[in-house]
């Protein structure tokens, strides 16, 4: 069953190495089990997504400078999110000011080929159907 998703959840990407967490600003006054409720358009990187310490895709220009400075050897590159379109699917029946909540299933698309995770939705209790 899919569970509603607060600030403070971890969220892993395909090519980071380390979990990030998930900020929500409390801008829709809706609470799930204290912290506030995320929807799929807390997607914007830095403010809601934070980094993943380390990037190691290679469609990231910086990483692709990294490497081909080191003979071709991957060079991970500081990471910086580049997830420009909301969270795919979310919860579609259940809306928080007109906006679909996120769930522990949905994923977040970063423009570097990275696809970004929710590992713990930071709730134990709040199903969404």
């Known amino acids: 069953m899919a569970q509603q998703v607060t ?3 971890l969220l892993q990407c395909s090519f ?9 600003l409390p801008v829709n006054r809706v609470m799930a089990e204290g912290p506030p409720a995320a929807t799929i358009q807390d997607h914007v990187p ?24 080191a ?21 579609p ?3 928080i ?3 679909p909540a996120l769930d522990n299933l949905s994923q977040c698309m970063c423009m570097w ?8 939705p930071a709730t134990v209790r709040t199903n969404v159907p």
């Open 46 to 69: 830095l403010v809601n997504i934070g980094s993943f310490g380390m990037c190691m895709s290679i469609a990231n220009p910086a990483v692709a400078a990294a490497t081909s400075a």
């Open 93 to 95: 029946t259940v809306l």
């Open 97 to 99: 000011d007109g906006i």
């Open 113 to 120: 080929a990275g696809v970004v995770t929710i590992s713990d």
């Open 7 to 9: 600030m403070g959840a």
């Open 71 to 91: 003979l071709g050897v991957l060079t991970p590159m500081p990471c910086i999110p580049a997830t420009v379109s909301p969270w795919v699917l979310g919860a």
């Open 16 to 24: 980071g190495v380390a979990p990030a967490s998930l900020t929500v």
